[in-house]
């Protein structure tokens, strides 16, 4: 039984049906932003303090809606899974990458697709937001 680690991420969308993704340094898959919850943390406070630490988001509790906790392979920890709690939230915000973010992109649904991708985003977080009809709506 793989090692789990807990997390907290985020599926953050603009207008024209565009999502941000996240690299880490010396990493190949794009993922969601977020991170590890600290011992004692709620998932909510862990996300509101690491999309501000990678990408310079300053968000509140009140903008977060919670869609789902999902498990999945860890992208890059071999032998790991992750537990994620993933909040959705609307933001036009330009990215800073910072702490281990290498790189902080704004990608439509298609083009993420041909990405090497994280399997929680691949396997539960892109299948959710298609489900949702979120594309057409804000096309």
């Given at each position: 039984?793989?090692?789990?680690i807990?997390?907290?991420?985020a ?6 049906g565009?999502?941000?993704?996240v690299?880490k ?10 991170g590890?919850i ?6 909510a406070a ?6 501000d630490?990678e ?9 977060l809606?919670p869609?789902?906790?999902f498990?999945a392979a860890a ?20 990215p800073?990458a910072?702490a ?7 990608v ?5 697709e041909?990405m090497?991708l994280a399997p929680l985003l691949?396997d539960?977080?892109?299948p959710?937001?298609?489900?949702q ?7």
């Amino acid at each position: 039984m793989p090692a789990v680690i807990r997390i907290a991420a985020a599926l953050i969308e603009a207008g024209a049906g565009r999502l941000l993704l996240v690299r880490k340094a010396g990493t190949s898959c794009f993922m969601q932003a977020g991170g590890k919850i600290e011992p004692g943390e709620d998932p909510a406070a862990a996300l509101i303090r690491e999309l501000d630490e990678e990408i310079g988001l300053c968000v509140g509790v009140d903008d977060l809606r919670p869609i789902g906790r999902f498990s999945a392979a860890a992208a890059n920890e071999p032998g790991y899974s992750v537990d994620a709690t993933v909040f959705h939230l609307h933001s036009d915000h330009h990215p800073v990458a910072a702490a281990e973010i290498a790189e902080a992109i704004w990608v439509d649904a298609a083009t993420a697709e041909t990405m090497t991708l994280a399997p929680l985003l691949r396997d539960h977080i892109l299948p959710w937001w298609k489900a949702q009809g979120i594309e057409e709506r804000l096309q």
